[in-house]
């Protein structure tokens, strides 16, 4: 059985190209998808959170997620207001009933209980998909929220189509 919550495994490289061709790929199909993608500064530094922006897939809001916190600081910058800010805006994309919810990432936020957390939950409860990255380090928390009902893909476009196509399948079966 295909589940309709998913995460694209990566560690090195970021899927953030992956996931804006793949939701790309199933709008110019006709599919409703909503969700939002990263984007990274070049030379943003050491931190992998530094200067980033989530873009939305369905028109043209940015929301600015990462905070400045001096030239000494070596943490992650990821301003969790604006994160929730971003949730706000996702919630409301959910009330279009799209075909697929693409989110940036699953993350060390989701995995302290904030984050796009509520987001995944309501999107379940709407009985829409939802589509999401995971590094590494994060898939024990991926698994442990997800209660095994969260599947890994590999980090391949033909592996998001199979996964697509498997779910609305058994969709239009039931």
């Known amino acids: 059985m295909t589940l309709p919550l998913a995460a694209v495994l990566f560690d090195e490289t970021p899927p ?14 006709g599919r409703q998808v909503r969700g939002l993608i990263q984007r990274r500064e070049a030379g943003s530094g050491r931190c992998h959170c530094a200067d980033m922006d989530l873009l939305s897939l369905a028109g043209p809001e940015i929301f600015p997620v990462s905070q400045p916190l001096g030239p000494g600081a070596h943490g992650c910058r990821l301003d969790l207001g604006a994160l929730a800010g971003a949730a706000q805006f996702l919630l409301s994309e959910l009330a279009r009933a799209p075909d697929l919810l693409i989110l940036n990432r699953f993350g060390k936020a989701e995995g302290e209980g904030r984050g796009f957390r509520d987001v995944i939950a309501e999107a379940m409860a709407r009985e829409v998909p939802v589509l999401t990255a995971v590094r590494g380090r994060h898939v024990a928390d991926w698994a442990t929220y997800t209660e095994g009902f969260g599947l890994c893909l590999a980090p391949d476009p033909a592996a998001l189509a199979r996964w697509f196509s498997e779910l609305t399948e058994v969709s239009h079966a039931a």
């Open 16 to 29: 953030d190209a992956l996931l804006s061709t793949f939701a790309r790929r199933l709008a110019a199909e």
